[in-house]
C-alpha cells in the first residue's frame, strides 16, 4: 500500500490566488482529516469527513477555506483567494475506523507559502 | 483553545540516556492517548498510544505513562537512539477527534 499521497509537496503561490490540495487515501479508509501545522500552533484539524461526508468543519478559519470528497479515496482542500498568513504545511490523514483507534495514516504534507 | 501542552519546544540527549518527553491536558473527556513521530519532510506517524484506564504502556525502548489526577503524560525513550531525533507530538482523542500539542524536537547527540 503507498499510504496517504498527498499533492503538490510544494506550492509556492501569489497572495489572492487560488490553491488546491489533494489528498488521496488509504485504500479501505473511511475517515479523511486535514490538518495544518504551524510554528505557533501546532497541528490543528481543519475538517473531517466520515464516509464521504464533512462531519466537522469548526477548524477550518474562513470561508476562503473549502474542502470536497468526491468519492470514498480522494479529497481536495481549496484555499480562494489565498493570503500569506495561510501559509503552512498542510496534512491530511486517514483512518479505518471512526474512532481512530489505530491511529491516523498522515499523508508527508503540502508546504504551502504565499507571497 | 490548547487542550494539549507541551511546554518544552526541544530537548538535547546524549546517546544512549533516557529522553522523557511531556504533555499536559485539559479535557478530562480525553479517552486516549497516542505519541507521534515526526522527521523533516515527512508526515507524523504513530509511535505508542495509552487508554485513560491504564497508567502505563510499554514497547520496547518506548514507554508512556498517564497521570490523570494531573492531567499528564509522558513518553520515555531508554536508551536514546541517533535515529530518535525527530519532533514527537503528543495527542488526545475525544471521540473522533485528535488533539494535538505544538511537539518537541528531541535532538540525541552522539
Known amino acids: 500500500d503507498a499510504g496517504v499521497i498527498q499533492s503538490p509537496r510544494h506550492e509556492v503561490t501569489e497572495m489572492g490566488q487560488e490553491v488546491t490540495l489533494r489528498c488521496k487515501l488509504i485504500?479501505?479508509?473511511?475517515?479523511l482529516f486535514w490538518y495544518r501545522q504551524t510554528m505557533m500552533r501546532g497541528l490543528e484539524l481543519l475538517i473531517y469527513f466520515n464516509n464521504n461526508v464533512p462531519i466537522d468543519d469548526s477548524g477550518m478559519p474562513e470561508d476562503r477555506f473549502s474542502a470536497k470528497m468526491p468519492n470514498a479515496s480522494f479529497s481536495t482542500l481549496k484555499i480562494q483567494p489565498s493570503e500569506p498568513r495561510d501559509s503552512a504545511v498542510y496534512f491530511c490523514a486517514s483512518s479505518s475506523s471512526h474512532r481512530g483507534l489505530d491511529g491516523y495514516t498522515f499523508g508527508s504534507g503540502t508546504r504551502l507559502t504565499v507571497v | 483553545d490548547q487542550q494539549v501542552k507541551q511546554n518544552s519546544p526541544s530537548l538535547s540527549v546524549q546517546e544512549g540516556r533516557i529522553s522523557i518527553l511531556n504533555c499536559d491536558y485539559t479535557n478530562s473527556m480525553f479517552d486516549y492517548f497516542l505519541w507521534y513521530k515526526k522527521y523533516p519532510a515527512e508526515g507524523p506517524t504513530f509511535l505508542i498510544s495509552i487508554s485513560s484506564i491504564k497508567d502505563k504502556n510499554e514497547d520496547g525502548r518506548f514507554t508512556v505513562f498517564l497521570n490523570k489526577s494531573a492531567k499528564h503524560l509522558s513518553l520515555h525513550i531508554v536508551p536514546s537512539q541517533p535515529g530518535d531525533s525527530a519532533v514527537y507530538f503528543c495527542?488526545?482523542?475525544?471521540?473522533?477527534?485528535?488533539?494535538f500539542g505544538a511537539g518537541t524536537t528531541v535532538t540525541v547527540r552522539a
Open positions: 495527542a488526545a482523542r475525544y471521540d473522533y477527534k485528535l488533539s
Open positions: 485504500s479501505g479508509h473511511n475517515s
